[in-house]
């Protein structure tokens, strides 16, 4: 389903939007299903915490094939080509995993704001696809609202006291502008929260030729530079 204007504005304006389709809850299961078998097989790359317990899966586009068919399907391309234009590729090198929260996590004091890229003019839109309710208590996202537009706000600036969470739905997804400052809560819990992570991003018209750390997903590749 596409963005409607009135959500393109929203998304101008604020930094984010939860997109209007969810994943079935069959597809969650099989999501589920394809990072916990390689969590329990320990499949590289992966990330452990300190316990040495894996607690993300990295290259979620190399794995499953499920991951591939949900990344590409119209639920998700659909409403990011009303923001992104018609030419899109995800990037492997930014995101592209899956995450888990553990029961009782306190690993942290308190929301660790973040932008995910630096500079504006090559910021990516990311995707977080929640497949647990994700709640206050287990730690949801939480964002602060229109901080896309600002350049480099200090860490103790008054801004951050307007942090908001953004409660979700198993199967919902949020997109977020990844300058937008935005963070996850701390899973008090006695369950787990599980979601991936994505980037996207329009084609650069100007980069030319194969881009190896990019996968084209929708439309082409077009090169407007004029060296030629």
Not at 36 to 42: F, L, S, T, V
Not at 137 to 157: A, D, F, I, Q, R
Not at 207 to 221: A, H, M, N
């Amino acid at each position: 389903m596409p963005l409607t204007p009135e959500h393109v504005q929203l998304f101008r304006h604020n930094g984010f939007i939860k997109l209007p389709t969810r994943l079935s809850g069959e597809t969650v299961s099989q999501l589920k299903d394809a990072i916990w078998k390689d969590i329990r097989e320990e499949i590289e790359p992966v990330v452990r915490d300190s316990t040495g317990q894996v607690v993300r899966i990295s290259n979620i586009w190399g794995r499953s094939p499920i991951f591939r068919d949900v990344l590409v399907s119209p639920a998700v391309l659909d409403p990011l080509e009303c923001v992104l234009g018609p030419n899109i590729e995800l990037t492997k090198n930014r995101h592209n995993h899956a995450t888990l929260r553990l029961a009782g996590e306190t690993s942290a004091a308190s929301v660790s704001l973040h932008r995910d890229v630096l500079q504006w003019s090559r910021t990516i839109l990311s995707v977080i696809f929640y497949l647990e309710e994700t709640m206050l208590e287990n730690g949801c996202t939480h964002v602060v609202p229109g901080t896309h537009l600002l350049s480099s706000p200090s860490k103790t600036s008054a801004i951050f006291d307007q942090i908001v969470p953004v409660p979700m739905s198993a199967g919902g997804m949020l997109a977020i502008d990844s300058t937008l400052y935005h963070g996850v809560g701390i899973n008090r819990t006695d369950g787990t929260r599980m979601s991936m992570t994505v980037g996207y991003h329009s084609v650069d018209e100007l980069s030319g030729g194969d881009q190896p750390k990019r996968v084209l997903v929708r439309g082409e590749r077009l090169y407007m530079g004029n060296d030629g």
